[in-house]
């Protein structure tokens, strides 16, 4: 048992991912001689060889268009995308063959593409975008934001060894949230969501960076009496309905949040769901915490862009005092 | 436009009346094809009328280990890889977006999204080279297509990660209604150069003159000199689909010229002068490509209509979720008749 | 008075919108000489020239960046995106510029990029999308769905003519739909839903093609003795909660449809704030239909993917029988 | 690298000496942005250091009434614009996303995405041309961004539409930790005629090259013969930006022969050669940049935070949804201190 950063569990991920199968290949912008803007590769191809872990040019569509070839050939390809806010211009290799790829071949594509994603790390513009919506929206993906060390390695060795494409969010804003990692561990499932911490009151539902504002929460809602369950939903494609569902009628209040934009975002499918599949259970309308509805705003605003605790246990009143 | 070059690029004689062969047969096919659409038999048919030479002479100068990354117009590409004709046209006709398993072909599912099937050859490529595998892959796309990004991006990474890949572009001087000078004020040739490979433009029409230049590529990149950009100068004789109207915006005049440049009637004159073929074996040739349409016609109208949840559910995950597979049964349930 | 098709309702918008404002400009692909390939823009490089109306290289994401650029000079680009489903390549021009241009420079955007969307058209791939949900998250952007011949033309005339840019989808599989128009006709403002049929017993909201779609199932249901009352939604952002609302509070029961998967489709929005602004009033959850989340499937299947009237009436007895 | 050409390009004593003194006070600006971002006042600060020839050259080349359209390391270009330092700096300490107007200085916002604003550069370009106006565009870019769909699909429509636009790349040999021949096998400056334009390699360390090259290329717009590209050869003598560490990937061993090329070292060299200069002037601009620097910190440290409800809210539309503005009053209403 040992305590671990998640940035360091998911480079501990990739260099078990390299050892155990030679067709695993890591590339994209700054990853090789680096170790990537955020030295998640540090050390990998001084490791496996510039043949397994590489730099590409300045292409993000083409990282993506090569990762289809790669794996219709036979490799496991774990691109990189540098940030967020870079992976719009590889939508129509991820929309149109990435996700469809399989449907049209029968063939497998074994694709992992590995985004840090979120804000609160004062960055320019396109640094801190939560794009997670546009991609659980498109069938034929799966979408992971794993929240702890030890999910990031375990659901980014599922999402590896895997035979289905995944976008796997990193939350790069806690790539230095230390966490318990156990080696080896048990492979964790695609789909399965995780009662983060156990509660009675209301349900507050997350994933990613979010988690641990949720948890930090609840911790201050115990000291006024109050007990939030949280949900950290570890995958939003497929989504974990029965876990949330029965969480929500359990408390009858449910509150769901995460950093992008609510209006259209992932909260509005899992609120639409909680509230078609626990209308007779649900006290209050279930409430949706998220960024504001504009572009991401320069650093020194994004505190009052992004949820944080105080929202939560504010909506946590609101939800409780409802009717 | 230069002759049909004399050079036979040391092809017997069966293989340069196979040449021939398969230019009517799938000349003939396309027609058929067209037929069968106005028919109401296909949804939509994209013909390939004039660019015969440039789809048989590219796969014959290919081996049958070698890979093939095609746009939408390289139907007679894939009958010359031994797809059948018939059921591939499941596609045009709405039953499948896969009616072959590329694995068996070597041939990968045609691309509609202009230009994005290109950084799939180069990957498919790069993983060639990095097996150590003698395998070289041909990437076909038209010249619209060297208009995206992704082309661009594609043709850059492969000069880098010398990828064993033969761009292979059908410039048949349109791109839908777009003519060729408003696509580009360049030349698609020489942009090769700027991407650290060479780059050579041939007469389409002319099948021994694409045998010799993508034998040359492929050599190439088997060698592990890396990829080359072929410019195949040929010409859309037809509609760019069923759904086109090319009166509306192409100048009658256009046509003559390239008619008389017709690859299959020039090869024709070559092969008679050569006395490697006789008007028995052209006579032969033309019932043989007629079977072979009848043939096509036969198979695609008895085209079973596939079970629609396998269809529908079948392929979308190799490890499908279990929710995927609740909504599977609940479609399927929704099919049967009320009781 | 006059009755047009939808089609031919936007073909006069353009015609209009070029000769009032020189500023206007109409490109993309296949849009001069050929008129389109749905002829939309026929005629109208013969009529305004080569210089305002005209075709562009094959290029996506070129199409919409030279918009940028037009705009910012002090033009009204009116780009065209052939087929939906080659919107995706232009993504990232879109999210990080068209988007948030305003935003970063003070400027005024006035692009309106007209999109054939949705489908039923017998197509194949990739030419059948429905990515409205995309854009309707994407913060900057205003997103609209006409559904008859004179809200096609009013909604365009009020896009062209905003200061705003905005993504205009045009319901490709009723270009032969018909209707009246009036001409000269009072602007349709952006952001005002219509109810396109007067009804008590549940209310069906809807947008583009969905439209026709639902007002064919209220007529059946109508011969049933069921009225349902269809809200067209009109223009997804910015949303017309409260016109929605008002519905639903008078109904007691909302179904939203569209063809795009339900699965973080734009009903997960729509349903969320109903099932949240409207707790109280409803008599039953809020019922999503929309298209399997699946890709696209071939079109000898697609009327097995997309919904209908019988799945609308359907999910008018489910709802009217909860509880 | 061939030495400082003697052609002036007809620059009067006091031009050639305002090229120096610009080059001077830029680079003692980014020295003390350098600074400003370790003692904490800065979020990020993005280095240009020895590239001020290419910089200073460029814009002066250029008529007031033109366009620049940069990415985001044209920090040197924007003061040469006239546009306040300290108030720009604004960018990098999370102030705002567009410290100055565009129109005033016509000089468009930074592009942080890369190669994305070279397509804005070409439809600016193509609508002054539809304008009959004389401006021209200077688009400026890296040696990454040559990559990117968005370079190629922008290069070739400024070819097919005659675009008056300059494109002009900053070679510095990297991208961030990139190396140019791991960025691309070819040669930028080659690829222009790909699109049917000249391309130029130009050395982009010496300051009356790039005044030359760029006016040769702006004259060439004005006259409506179209675009050019200039490749600048030039080299990031910093880190790519303060987050960046180049001793995890640069040999040691490349500053060297650079330093000897140090652009304005060089041109110091040509002007006392010349006798254009001397020492007292030299003095007067170093102590002419140290001040202009101080006066930028002061700036800087004493910006106000803007109001957050007009900073978030205030330029997401300009007709402003019903919706959009409760929610800014909710913002605004959720900022003020509980009662
Ligand atoms: C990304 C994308 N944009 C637009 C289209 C619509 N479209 C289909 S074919 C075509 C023209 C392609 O021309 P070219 O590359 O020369 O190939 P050809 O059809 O002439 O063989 C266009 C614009 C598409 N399929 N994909
Ligand atoms: C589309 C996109 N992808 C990745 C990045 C991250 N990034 C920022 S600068 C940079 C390198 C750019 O190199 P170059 O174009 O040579 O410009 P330079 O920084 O050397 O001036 C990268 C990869 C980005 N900003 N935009
Ligand atoms: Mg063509
Ligand atoms: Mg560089």
């Given amino acids: 048992m040992s305590t671990v950063t998640l940035g360091k569990a998911i480079t501990q991920a990739l260099r078990d991912a390299l050892a155990d199968d030679r067709k695993v290949l890591v590339f994209g912008e700054d990853v090789g001689r680096l170790g990537g803007v955020f030295r998640i590769t540090d050390g990998l191809q001084h490791d496996f060889g510039e043949d397994r872990v590489f730099d590409t040019p300045l292409a993000e569509s083409a990282i993506i268009g090569i990762s289809v070839g790669l794996a219709l050939r036979g490799f496991r390809p774990v691109p990189e995308i540098q940030f967020d806010g870079f992976i719009y211009p590889a939508f129509e290799q991820i929309v149109s063959h990435v996700a469809k790829y399989e449907n049209r071949s029968g063939l497998s594509l074994p694709i992992t593409i590995r985004v840090p994603f979120g804000g609160n790390i004062g960055a320019v513009e396109h640094h801190s975008e939560s794009p997670e919506a546009y991609f659980a929206h498109t069938a034929g993906l799966k979408v992971v934001a794993p929240a702890t060390p030890a999910d990031a390695y375990g659901l980014l060795r599922t999402a590896i060894a895997g035979p289905d494409p995944v976008i796997f969010f990193e939350p790069k804003a806690r790539y230095y949230l230390k966490g318990e990692l156990e080696l080896p561990c048990p492979p964790v499932p695609l789909g399965r969501a995780r009662i983060a911490r156990a509660g009675s009151a209301v349900s507050v539902i997350a994933y990613g960076p979010m988690v641990e504002t949720a948890l930090q929460a609840a911790q201050r809602a115990d000291a006024e009496g109050i007990s939030l369950e949280v949900v950290d939903l570890r995958s939003l494609a497929p989504l974990d309905v029965d876990t949330v569902v029965a969480s929500v009628r359990k408390t009858h209040h449910a509150i769901v949040v995460h950093e992008a934009p609510v209006f259209g975002g992932f909260g509005a499918e899992v609120a639409a769901r909680i509230s078609h599949d626990a209308f007779d259970s649900l006290e209050a309308p279930v409430v949706r915490l998220g960024g504001l509805n504009i572009p991401y705003p320069p650093a020194r605003f994004e505190k009052l862009y992004l949820p944080d605790a105080d929202r939560i246990l504010q909506a946590v009143d609101e939800t409780l005092a409802y009717g | ?339």
């Fill in chain 2, 1 to 339: 436009m230069p002759q049909t070059g004399t050079a036979n690029h040391g092809l017997t004689r069966e293989q340069l009346v196979d040449l021939y062969r398969k230019m009517v047969v799938i000349r003939r096919a396309d027609q058929e094809a067209l037929n069968l659409q106005r028919q109401g038999e296909l949804g939509l048919w994209g013909q390939f009328l004039g660019q015969e030479a440039t789809q048989v002479g590219a796969i014959a100068a290919l081996q049958d280990s070698d890979w093939v990354v095609p746009s939408y117009r390289e139907f007679g590409m894939a009958m010359c890889r031994g797809i059948d004709p018939g059921t591939m046209l499941g596609y045009f006709r709405g039953l499948t977006h896969g009616p072959w398993d590329p694995r068996r072909y070597r041939f990968l599912p045609f691309a509609i999204s202009v230009a994005t099937q290109v950084p799939h050859a180069v990957g498919f490529a790069m993983g060639c080279r990095l097996e150590g595998s003698q395998d070289v892959v041909l990437c076909v796309f038209g010249d619209g297509a060297t208009s995206e990004g992704d082309w661009h991006e594609a043709m850059n990474f492969a000069g880098v990660f010398r990828a064993p890949v033969i761009f292979l572009c059908q410039n048949n001087q349109w791109a839908i209604s777009v003519p060729l000078r408003q696509q580009t004020a360049g030349s698609i040739a020489e942009r090769a150069q700027g991407y650290g490979f060479p780059g050579v433009r041939i007469d389409g029409n002319d099948v021994l003159a694409v045998v010799g230049a993508v034998r040359t590529a492929a050599d190439r990149a088997r060698r592990g000199d890396g990829p080359s950009l072929i410019e195949s100068v040929t010409y859309r004789m037809g509609a760019h689909t069923s759904a086109d109207d090319p009166t509306r915006y192409r100048p009658p005049a256009e046509l003559a010229p390239w008619e008389a440049r017709d690859p299959i009637a020039r090869y024709a004159g070559w092969l008679r002068a050569q006395r490697i073929v006789d008007e028995a074996q052209l006579a032969a040739i033309a019932m043989e490509a007629d079977a072979a349409a009848q043939a096509m016609r036969a198979t695609l109208t008895h085209l079973p209509i596939p079970p629609p949840g396998a269809s529908l559910f079948g392929r979308v995950y190799h490890d499908p979720p279990a929710s995927f597979l609740k909504e599977r049964e609940e479609f399927e349930a929704s099919l049967e008749p009320p009781p």
